[in-house]
């Protein structure tokens, strides 16, 4: 595994499309570790492959329980992600980027979601996600179609310290 580096804002790459993944080869399943080695070094709670400069439909998420210190953390790779279900019930909620250093900012996202893509081996996935990993997904897919947290953010400011996990 590589680690790669993470393009940051005002890097244009971080504002382009990105292609659907049709080939599930050996390359992508290098592509997808080492985005899981970028985002653990990071650290990071997630990580979308245009912010490796990767225009490919790419996130993955690594996520520990809010409850519970000791649970283990889950690990959520998706290809071709999408978004088919979205609640009415919105949360406002802090977010950073591994992207937009230094900035966090107040995001409203839909409370509970529902998430369809592949594996890295291509077969169907499907995640029915509420809370704080809604948010991350919501975010993570955001960045496919060039979205950044600071386009939807209500207000913007400069953490005295690193108080939120980047995504
Ligand atoms: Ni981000």
Redesign the pocket.
């Known amino acids: 595994m590589t680690l790669r580096k993470i393009i940051t804002v005002p890097n244009e790459v971080l504002r382009r499309n990105t292609h659907i993944v049709t080939n599930f080869d050996k390359n992508l399943k290098t592509l997808i570790d080492d985005m899981v080695e970028t985002m653990r070094n990071a650290p990071g709670v997630g990580l979308a492959a245009p ?1 490796i400069g990767i225009l490919e439909q790419i996130v993955v998420i690594e996520f520990g329980d809010e409850e519970d210190e000791e649970a283990p953390k889950k690990l959520y790779t998706v290809v071709n992600p999408e978004i088919t279900r979205m609640s009415n019930e919105k949360l406002m909620g802090v977010e950073g ?3 937009v250093p230094g900035v966090v900012g107040d995001v409203e996202r839909s409370l509970s979601i529902v998430v369809k893509g592949q594996n890295r081996n291509g077969q169907k996935v499907k995640y029915k996600l509420s809370g704080w990993v809604a948010r991350i997904f919501q ?1 993570e897919i955001d ?1 496919l179609t060039g979205v950044l ?1 600071t386009d939807l953010a209500e207000s913007l400011w400069q953490p005295e310290e690193d108080y939120v996990d980047n ?1």
């Open positions: 912010q980027c591994l992207s975010h960045h947290f995504v």
